[in-house]
Nanobody
Framework: QVQLVESGGGLVQAGGSLRLSCAASGSIVGINTMGWHRQAPGKQRELVAA???????HYADSVRGRFTISRDNAKNTVYLQMNSLQPEDTAVYYC?????????????WGQGTQVTVSS
């Protein structure tokens, strides 16, 4: 099992910044990609950003240029720096870790952290 613990959510005014952190622990062998998803009320969960062990990144079009995902492999931690936040960024943000071990797909989720952006 892998445990993902998120931190850094909160309330911020439009135009402000927040930094989310997600620390992974447990049986992390085989985990390669870590990322952030978000779910706003009444909407489906969507991928925000992801980063591979090698540092390759992917961003949703809606956050590209404003959000930056990074990873500290030594600490098994992934970060999401969110700048120029807008009210439409309001959502619960979930950390996700995926990979494979012994032919079995691994897919773990954190408990979520609330990000609220006021106008």
């Amino acid at each position: 099992q892998v445990q993902l613990v998120e931190s850094g959510g909160g309330l911020v005014q439009a135009g402000g910044s927040l930094r989310l952190s997600c620390a992974a622990s447990g049986s992390i062998v085989g985990i390669n990609t870590m990322g952030w998803h978000r779910q706003a009320p009444g909407k489906q969960r969507e991928l925000v950003a992801a980063i591979s062990t090698g540092g390759r990144t992917h961003y949703a079009d809606s956050v590209r240029g404003r959000f930056t995902i990074s990873r500290d492999n030594a600490k098994n931690t992934v970060y999401l720096q969110m700048n120029s936040l807008q009210p439409e960024d309001t959502a619960v943000y979930y950390c996700n870790a995926v990979g494979a071990r012994w032919g079995q797909r691994l897919d773990y989720w954190g408990q979520g952290t609330q990000v609220t952006v006021s106008s």
